[in-house]
């Protein structure tokens, strides 16, 4: 039997479903296990909404014996067997929430949203997965993508392409605009094919033109060169035209006078790059280096009349400010230009690119990337320090950063450090001086003095790593590794290229939880308390307990609340905390212990989208659902009546006036009537005060006293049946979710604005700074901590050359020698396979004056005094963010915002933000005046 025939033992509804979670966990495991062996182009992979598939793994993830929990009592030392409860199954497969709307082009094919993130916002199941998935659950709609492979040599990697390229094709006919969806590893001749057959137009006559920002850039020919290869970008224009003159281009590249037009495909056998610096300047120059890679080619150089915005560097004559020159967004690339506008505006990075670089072009290194990256890169800076204040479009370097950095392809958010470890790292290999990397055994410490061993692993190093990057970018420090066992020490001396520094921090969070009544005896309070970052949801719940003053025969249940629902139940005590997002609603139920183990019932609240809707429709969520415990396992109608009447009872007017709040902050209920609502006391006072204005109902509330129109739901909230009082619920489910209608008359009864108020939904804000209320940390703090001794985890142990064995070391890491060019990354971003988080902590760092003489354990006579000189900043969270940099023209010492395509000046004194991601500084020579103890400072002269 093979794995798709398993697993088929049970009917409910129609479908097809295996026996247990467990079979249904391990069939679709076995699936993708298959699908990890034959990865391949063509391959079909389908999207899933993240929080669909959640659902299904929470309901596969439990296994029969994972439903009673060990849980400690804080009286006593035994221990309590609690059963818990088994999740929900999950109801049809619902990619709603990822489909943003239907194309405006050729078919009905489904748009995905822009700002997807894999793992955040959808996950890929491939084509047998996904087929098991529907026949158990239904749902959809199905959102088919095909792996391709990106990259070259051996960097080649499979990625599923989930953004196909989308271009829009101008007809110059009618000038109507239509969408055209190709993958970016279709060929142009596929693009003619698809252009002639949407508009109708005979192949011969078809002409199309790169149309990128309006302008004719290049004639496409029609050939087996890829989309990605023509550097074809998400949403640009492309132009077609039908060929009626003599004068048009012929696809053959010659135009009518028979002149070869400079529009030629590129031949993997006659691969020809260019230096060059970008279009004609002001002068009446153009500037441009040729260098065709092809064996025993040579040299031609033009003109080198070039503004390098730093001064004269060496005769290099100055004709207009540059660097001032915005980068465009070709689509989620702001990461890209952040990095780039930091390395653009490295000093010794622009004097060594705006010269004839071509001599150190490395192409035959096989960690490189046959100098095309250097290439790409160089001909990218010298555009933006020769173009004025113009906009650049760097699609060509794009298109290269994608052949050979697969990892930063498509139209996706990626991290701004990641990229610069990769230029760095590249740039390094495509200029290395060595082309023929020599052997070279490396010696043990064996006890000899720290300086001879740091001079010796810096020549080994030099002897296989020499280019510009290492002259300028590359320090040393010294890595001592004890074992804890047998005391032997390791000590190397190793280069780096940055400094990734960790961002020290409390060890506590604070959180805000609502807390609701399961009873009705009271309004829904907020309480912020603080518990170990690393905590369980038990400390969370031991936290409110006393904030609250939660009585003896009480219990608090966490939920997460999301689109106004109960999204998630936090039932298991030893949850950890990590697995909430600060972003996350969370609220608390207060239940009676003598309904421990009954059926809950889940009210969500419902009002008219609109007033004059018709036939009985357009009903939309609203507020924070309300939790009750059911007395029966089988309730009637009249029993849920009666539980929902007392759940609404706080919230029902006076006769004379409406209840008032007297204070919210964030969406929250913060305050009534001036008292804190974290204080017993004074929720207690402000809970009578504020009671005065309700009318309490008493215990036996009938049924009948609830005017509201209740609604039986199923999992999926898509059905409702009306809820009458000799209506029975059959058992089942262990939560009951029904709809509550609130119409005109309800609303002038009860006042839902304690529900309304609450920030149910999370919103993403605008891209700004964060101000923190935290207090800030300073620049040395982080290098403390990175240089602080720490073990080894234990998946990166150390073996041991004494014991013979790997063994979790101890490890110190000292400065020994810094470069010109200082790099610090903060490390904002931590991620694990559940978590991914940000930290938006205030990092205190020095512009000026940078002194790290203290750090260097090597004494020599060069400065280590640096100044900053960019930043790349990341605002917002994790993949919703959005990247800029800011960056000091030298030569007029101004400092200036690079936000893509829009350039502007900035005060030097509002650059230090908590956005600060990776930072830039360059050292300051010093001069020692004897006997006076006061220095004078100047720049490197390099």
């Known amino acids: 039997m093979t794995i798709a025939d398993s697993g088929c033992l049970m009917e409910n509804g129609g479908s097809c479903l295996p026996c247990t979670p467990e079979e249904e966990r391990k069939i679709v495991k076995d699936l993708m296990d298959e699908a990890e062996l034959d990865l391949k182009e063509g391959n079909l992979y389908y999207i899933v909404s993240a929080r669909w598939f959640a659902r299904w793994e929470s309901y596969v993830g439990h296994s029969s014996d994972d439903h009673l929990v060990d849980m400690q009592s804080s009286d006593s030392q035994d221990l309590a067997v609690v059963p818990m409860s088994i999740p929900d199954r999950p109801g049809q497969i619902n990619n709603s929430d990822i489909v ?37 659950y239904k749902g959809g709609p199905a959102l088919p993508r095909k792996m391709i492979s990106q990259g070259v040599f051996n960097k080649k990697q499979f990625n599923v392409e989930v953004y196909p390229l989308r271009l829009k094709l101008i007809d110059s006919r009618d000038a109507y605009e239509f969408t055209i969806r190709l993958s970016r590893k279709a060929s142009l001749h596929e693009l003619y094919e698809r252009v002639c057959t949407l508009r109708g137009t005979e192949r011969e006559k078809a002409i199309i033109w790169d149309y990128f920002n309006k302008h004719k850039q290049s004639l496409l020919v029609d050939s087996n060169r890829t989309l990605e290869e023509s550097n074809l970008q998400m949403d640009q224009e492309i132009l077609l035209e039908l060929q009626v003159h003599e004068s048009y281009p012929s696809q053959s590249g010659e135009d009518s006078t028979g002149n070869e037009l400079a529009l030629v495909a590129l031949e993997p056998s006659r691969t020809s790059m260019s230096i060059a610096g970008g279009p004609t300047l002001s002068n009446g120059h153009s500037i441009t280096y040729s260098l065709n890679l092809r064996p025993g080619s040579a040299l031609s150089s033009g003109p080198t009349d070039i503004d390098d915005g730093f001064g004269a560097y060496s005769g290099v004559r100055r004709v207009e400010r540059g660097g001032l020159a915005g980068l465009q967004n070709m689509g989620n690339t702001c990461f890209m230009n952040s990095a780039l506008q930091c390395l653009v505006h490295t000093p010794p990075l622009v004097k060594y690119f705006l010269q004839d670089y071509s001599d150190e072009i490395n192409t035959e290194n096989p960690l490189g990337m046959h100098g095309e990256l250097a290439l790409a890169f160089g001909e990218l800076l010298r555009k933006l320090w020769s173009s004025g204040r113009t906009t650049i479009a760097p699609r060509a370097f794009k298109g290269k950063l994608a052949l050979f950095a697969p990892q930063f392809s498509g139209y996706n958010q990626h991290d701004s450090q990641e990229l610069l470890a990769f230029l760095l790292d590249g740039l390094h290999e495509d200029l290395n001086r060595v082309k023929q990397k020599p052997y070279i055994e490396m010696k043990d410490w064996c006890g000899r003095p720290d300086k001879e061993v740091a001079a010796e692993c810096w020549r080994n190093h030099k002897a296989r790593n020499d280019s510009i990057i290492v002259d300028v970018c590359q320090g040393q420090y010294k ?62 719940i031991q936290a409110l307990s006393t904030a609250c003053c939660l009585r003896s025969d009480e219990s608090l249940l966490l939920a997460e609340v999301y689109d106004h629902k109960i999204y998630r139940l936090f039932e298991n005590p030893f949850e950890s905390l990590t697995s909430i997002k600060d972003e996350e609603y969370i609220v608390a139920y207060r239940l009676s212990h003598k309904g421990t183990g009954k059926r809950k019932l889940e009210i969500v609240h419902q009002e008219k989208s609109a007033p004059d809707f018709l036939k009985g429709s357009g009903w939309k969520d609203f507020g924070a659902p309300l939790l009750a415990q059911s007395e029966d396992d089988s309730p009637s109608g009249a029993d849920i009546e009666l539980a929902a009447s007392r759940l609404l009872s706080p919230l029902r007017r006076t006769s004379s006036s409406n209840v008032v709040h007297s204070g919210t902050e964030n969406g929250f209920l913060s305050e009534v009537n001036g008292e804190p609502s974290n204080s017993c006391n004074g929720q207690f006072e402000s809970m009578d005060q504020s009671m005065d204005n309700i009318e309490s109902e008493p215990e036996d509330t009938s049924s009948q006293d609830l005017l509201f129109q209740l609604f039986l739901t199923d999992d999926r909230y898509s059905s409702r049946k009306p809820i009458f009082k000799d209506s029975v ?33 999370y919103h993403k804000t605008g891209f700004s700074a964060k101000k923190t209320r935290q207090e800030a940390v300073s620049l040395f703090s982080c290098l403390e901590a990175f240089l602080t001794e720490e073990p080894l985890g234990p998946d990166d142990m150390w073996y041991c050359p004494g014991c013979k064995e790997h063994r979790q070391a101890t490890k110190k890491l000292d400065l ?30 020095p512009i000026h004056n940078l002194d790290l003489s203290k ?12 100044e900053l000189y960019a930043i790349s900043n990341h605002y917002g969270g994790l993949g919703g963010g959005h990247y800029t940099a800011f960056a000091k023209l030298i030569d007029d010492n101004r400092w200036y915002n690079f936000d893509d395509s829009r350039v502007s000046p900035v005060n030097e004194a509002d650059i230090k933000t908590s956005a600060a991601y990776v930072l830039f500084y360059r050292r300051v020579e010093t001069e020692t005046k004897v006997g006076l103890g006061e220095t004078s400072q100047g720049h490197t002269g390099s």
């Open 100 to 136: 943003e709307n239907r194309s405006d082009g050729e078919g009905d094919d489904l748009e995905l949203a822009r700002t997807l993130l894999e793992g955040r916002d959808y996950v890929l199941v491939p084509q047998k997965v996904w087929e098991k998935l529907v026949q158990w």
């Open 479 to 540: 890595s001592t590794l004890v074992c804890p066992v047998c005391s032997k020490i390791s000590i190397t001396f190793d280069p780096f290229m940055y400094l990734s520094l960790p961002l020290p921090s409390t060890v506590t969070r604070s959180m805000t939880v609502m807390v609701f009544y399961g009873n009705g005896s009271g309004l829904p309070m907020p309480y912020t308390v603080s518990v170990l970052k690393n905590g369980l949801c038990r400390d969370l």
């Open 729 to 761: 619920i059959k058992p089942g489910a262990n939560r009951i979710k029904i709809f509550l209608g609130w119409t005109e008359k309800e609303h002038k009864l009860y006042d839902p604005s304690y529900l309304k108020d609450l920030p149910v939904v």
């Open 816 to 845: 020994w020698a810094l470069p010109e060019i200082l790099v610090f990354h903060l490390k904002r971003f931590s991620y694990s396979r559940y978590l991914k988080n940000k930290l938006d902590t205030f990092v205190d760092f």
């Open 855 to 866: 750090f260097v354990k090597q004494k020599d006579e060069k400065s280590y005094v640096y």
